[in-house]
């Protein structure tokens, strides 16, 4: 029989919980400490806190899980009267997927490639024999139609490679949400979203918890996404709770200083005096990085053409010590514009120069010295440091390969690189696997330093990181670009971030540029309307900011597909609240120039209608 679902039952409470991480000397550290909090039905509650506040940790507790190496260390952990701390293994396996389902961050790494998405989906609910396949199927068509996906009858067939990010994302909850669970967990389930996806996805939760009646524990370090969702907030820090109350009570009047701390790493859409300074627009000198009518793409090339074009004639330059910011939704091309300019992958047209000077699209084709003028930082730390390398070697390595030290001249160098990015050399004897998130990805940039680069591309290098975090790693790279004069590429679909460090914007959709200039000049109108939309859909820390914006103009038009390359017309035709048919769906837009500081926009309206 299943739980009776009445509003406002307790369905999940923590009384003097603690969880202890065991050492291996045998000591014990706890990571949560006498923490008290409830979850009623109908009700998210979300747990925020920066990495290492023991969020997570909490969270999967009302799964009666503790990670490899921990344990319960006191308290109850009572789901539904039930304290799962002390439940077998065989209770807490017909317990899991029934009356509580945990839906993790990344979906791609969730679904298994080899099966479709409707096997998965409904594997849950068949294999605890809650519902027969017959059933579960038509429970998931349901769920696909709540959650707004694109052909809700078919969309199960597919694999999770053949739909995009955003969709999986809500494949993910729907998976949860299938065997009809009592309590949904959800962790970071929209941090690594680009802003447009990320609205879709938290208006489908949102919705969709409600039509449940499910009660919710969401995990964010993200205030304004959390205010768009929860019923009240449980802030975390170093193992405790801070601070908890209504949502509104917290973000309107927090009484922590840590609260405070969270709510001031809020980075929100600067005005367009705000930007980090305007470049000059009769400035002739030779740009440091310069990109000239470029097109590239992927598959078999036939003649001088991929056989998937994603970059279109694309033109762009930055100048010494300057931050170009490209912005822009997965899709759009912008990982490809930075493999492009490192050679990673060759334009099959264009040319990539540097100071002057013609690069050979193909890395393999570039000299040493070429290649330590030129550094990429990938977005996940986690995987482009090797684990079993200590710090010493991950830095060490690349400050031979391209400077030559050796020796006491090595050790040097690394400790230098450390304290570059404001980490204490001390960390240079430790694996990865030791550092926080953060940490790992200062030395994911350390080591993109330790070559002595001019240009260093920065892939999406904040949008796993949380608010402090994230601000305090765009902080370091500031404090570095003015002690060394290098030049940053920085790559993020997130504009509040990209607008309050670049110099210039580049907007890309499609794998066309649609609009570019001084961070001022993009900021302020006329904007592209793709421009606007990205603009728009930045989190606001208020609540009821997500229904406003759900129901714009830009939004409504917006969620009516994804990115499409295509070469007729304007690609941003099917999602434009001012397209033109017959014109913007057959004709390519024409580039507008506004003013003579260099801002550009690609766009068939008048540049009056863009104001």
Not at 31 to 36: G, H, L, N, P, Q
Not at 572 to 580: D, I, N, T, W
Request: aromatic fraction near 4%.
């Amino acid at each position: 029989m299943r739980h009776d679902k009445e509003p406002g039952d307790v369905v999940f409470e923590a009384r003097d919980l603690s969880i202890s991480a065991h050492r291996e000397d045998g000591a014990r550290t706890r990571i949560v400490r006498d923490v008290s909090f409830k979850v009623r039905r109908g009700e998210v509650v979300s747990i925020i806190g920066e990495s290492g506040s023991g969020k997570t940790t909490l969270a999967l507790s009302a799964l009666g899980y503790c990670r490899p190496g921990m344990s319960f260390d006191g308290g109850q952990a009572r789901l539904l009267g039930r304290d799962v701390t002390r439940l077998s293994t065989d209770e807490l396996r017909q317990l899991r997927g029934t009356r509580a389902a945990y839906m993790a961050q990344s979906a791609a790494a969730t679904f298994n490639p080899a099966l479709t998405v409707n096997a998965q989906v409904t594997e849950s609910p068949v294999v605890h024999g809650i519902l027969t396949q017959d059933e579960a199927n038509r429970k998931a068509r349901a769920l696909y139609e709540a959650m707004e996906l694109p052909n809700p009858e078919t969309i199960g067939r597919h694999y999770p490679h053949q739909v995009s990010g955003g969709q999986l994302q809500r494949l993910m909850a729907a998976m949860a949400l299938c065997g009809d669970p009592d309590l949904l967990i959800l962790d970071e389930p929209t941090t690594a979203l680009d802003v447009t996806t990320q609205i879709e996805v938290l208006k489908t939760f949102k919705k969709v918890i409600r039509q449940q009646g499910t009660a919710a524990i969401y995990v964010s370090h993200d205030l304004s996404v959390v205010s768009q969702i929860a019923d009240r907030i449980v802030v975390m820090y170093g193992g405790e709770i801070k601070e908890a109350g209504p949502t509104d009570v917290i973000i309107r009047h927090s009484q922590h200083s840590y609260t405070q701390r969270l709510i001031a790493a809020i980075k929100p859409m600067p005005r367009p005096d705000e930007g980090a300074g305007i470049s000059s627009g009769g400035d002739t000198q030779t740009p440091l990085l310069e990109v000239r009518s470029v097109r590239a793409g992927y598959g078999a090339v036939l003649g001088s053409r991929p056989a998937a074009l994603v970059l279109r004639d694309i033109n762009l330059s930055v100048d010494r010590a300057k931050t170009l910011g490209v912005i822009g939704e997965s899709g759009c091309g912008k990982s490809t514009l930075a493999r492009v300019i490192a050679g990673l992958l060759p334009a099959s047209s264009g040319q990539i120069m540097l100071n002057g000077k013609v690069l050979a699209p193909d890395v393999h084709q570039r000299s040493r010295d070429e290649l330590r003028r030129i550094q990429f930082v990938y977005q996940s730390a986690d995987t482009a440091l090797n684990p079993m390398m200590r710090i010493r070697d991950i830095l060490g390595r690349p400050a031979e390969f391209y400077t030559g030290v050796r020796g006491t001249r090595k050790s040097d160098r690394v400790a230098e690189l450390l304290e570059l990015v404001e980490l204490p050399r001390q960390l240079a004897e430790r694996y990865p696997h030791e550092l926080s998130g953060g940490q790992k990805q200062r030395v994911n940039l350390a080591r993109a330093l330790a070559a002595n680069p001019e240009v260093v591309l920065c892939d999406e290098v904040t949008s796993a990181l949380d608010t402090i975090v994230g601000a305090n790693v765009i902080n370091v790279l500031k404090r570095l670009q003015e002690a060394t004069g290098v030049c940053f590429v920085f790559i993020s679909h997130d504009l509040s971030t990209v607008s309050s460090f670049a110099d210039e914007i580049a907007v890309l959709y499609a794998g066309r540029l649609v609009e570019k200039g001084p961070v001022e000049r993009v900021l302020a109108p006329p904007h592209h309307p793709y421009t606007r939309l990205l603009m728009s859909s930045v989190p606001k820390l208020r609540t009821g900011w997500l229904d406003d914006v759900a129901g714009s103009r830009e939004a409504i038009s917006a969620g009516s597909g994804g990115v499409i390359l295509t070469e007729i017309g304007c690609p941003f035709f099917a999602r434009c609240s001012m397209a033109l048919k017959g014109v913007c769906d057959t004709q390519p837009p024409p580039q507008r120039a506004i003013g003579k500081a260099g801002h550009m926009i690609e766009c068939h309206r008048d540049i009056g209608d863009l104001t």
